[in-house]
């Protein structure tokens, strides 16, 4: 079992960039494909991207394809998500989240046994 923090979230106008972060507490980070997710009020767990154990390999959602870019330091066990172009639809809790089980990238959220607490992004108008 891996804790997972988000951080890096805030209020921006539409346009702007943000980058989050997800520190790990394992040690072991480097075992796990990870992902972000994402909550709107009302609506059900968003996939955003996922990331191969190595980083080889990632998966970006169509609506946020060429504006976020998912990657990770497996050295310092960290997780990232750079968000360019942020527009309202965007506004959303985001969740990191560990998966160690066999594969590659992971679209799923049940695939993913270890989330963090989540971070609030806000796109203003």
């Known amino acids: 079992q891996v804790q997972l923090v988000e951080s890096g979230g805030g209020l921006v106008q539409t346009g702007a960039s943000l980058r989050l972060s997800c520190a790990a507490s394992?040690?072991?980070?480097?075992?796990?494909?990870m992902g972000w997710f994402r909550q709107a009020p009302g609506k059900e767990r968003e996939f955003v991207a996922s990331?191969?154990?190595?980083?080889?390999?990632?998966s970006h959602a169509d609506s946020v394809r060429g504006r976020f870019t998912i990657s990770r330091d497996n050295v310092k066990g960290e997780l990232r998500l750079q968000m360019h172009s942020l527009r309202p639809e965007d506004t959303a809790v985001y969740f990191c989240?560990?998966?160690?089980?066999?594969?590659?990238?992971?679209?799923?959220?049940?695939?993913?046994?270890?989330w963090g607490q989540g971070t609030q992004v806000t796109v203003s108008s």
């Open positions: 394992e040690g072991t980070f480097g075992n796990y494909i």
């Open positions: 990331i191969s154990r190595a980083g080889g390999s990632t």
């Open positions: 989240a560990a998966s160690g089980r066999t594969g590659s990238t992971f679209t799923d959220p049940a695939k993913y046994g270890d």
